[in-house]
């Protein structure tokens, strides 16, 4: 029931981030720092493990996001690189500047992808099965995708089978609207002569 429940919840997050493209305003969002607060709360997951989890490395990047769902990005990813890292393994976080794009990825000494999946991972329903390398139902990674879809980012791996996986996603820099700061200081001057 549990699972049927995290499903259906998984849908709507799709169905939701489709219907909201490009219609949300976005604002700042340092991805350091939503960084670090979502590995420290995932920490004891990578305790466990005896997975090693540092702070993440790079300058403090603001993008133009909306906050929880730049957040859920982290979780998923974060979440797949403690499941699929074996005891004792390591994930590593960077953050840093791209052209237009803030990124982040996250990288794991895991069991990695098989180069015949790297093209689906990020497709509904397409999981491979790390027990017997069969395609199962997961949403995580479509998620994923299209969370950086409606903010005008992109998510892509790169990944070696026994060696590790690297997720990177890219979100446009936060630029405040031009148009907003004119109309501002034009309305401040104003204010300023009456």
């Known amino acids: 029931m549990t699972r049927l429940s995290a499903l259906v ?12 493209w490009g219609k949300r305003t976005h604002a700042a969002v340092d991805l350091k720092e939503l960084a670090e607060e979502t590995m420290e709360q995932m920490n004891l997951l990578a305790v466990e493990k005896e997975i090693s989890l540092a702070r993440p490395e790079g300058p403090n990047v603001v993008v133009a996001g909306d906050r929880e769902r730049l957040k859920q990005i982290l979780v998923n990813l974060i979440d797949n690189a403690i499941k699929y890292t074996r005891d004792g ?8 500047v791209e052209g237009e794009n803030g990124f982040v990825a996250v990288e794991d000494s895991g069991i990695g992808i098989d180069p015949a999946h790297q093209e689906r991972v990020f497709d509904r329903f397409y999981r491979v099965s790390p027990d017997r390398g069969e395609v199962g139902a997961g949403l995580g990674l479509a998620i994923v995708k299209s969370i950086c879809q409606a903010h005008g980012g992109t998510a892509s791996v790169r990944s070696v089978p ?17 148009k907003m700061a004119a109309a501002e200081s034009a309305a401040a001057s104003a204010r300023g002569i009456s």
């Open 9 to 20: 919840d998984n849908l709507i997050t799709l169905s939701r981030m489709e219907s909201m």
């Open 89 to 96: 393994g390591e994930i590593s976080v960077s953050v840093g």
């Open 162 to 178: 026994e060696i590790g996986s690297c997720f990177k996603i890219e979100i446009p820099l936060f630029a405040p609207d031009k």
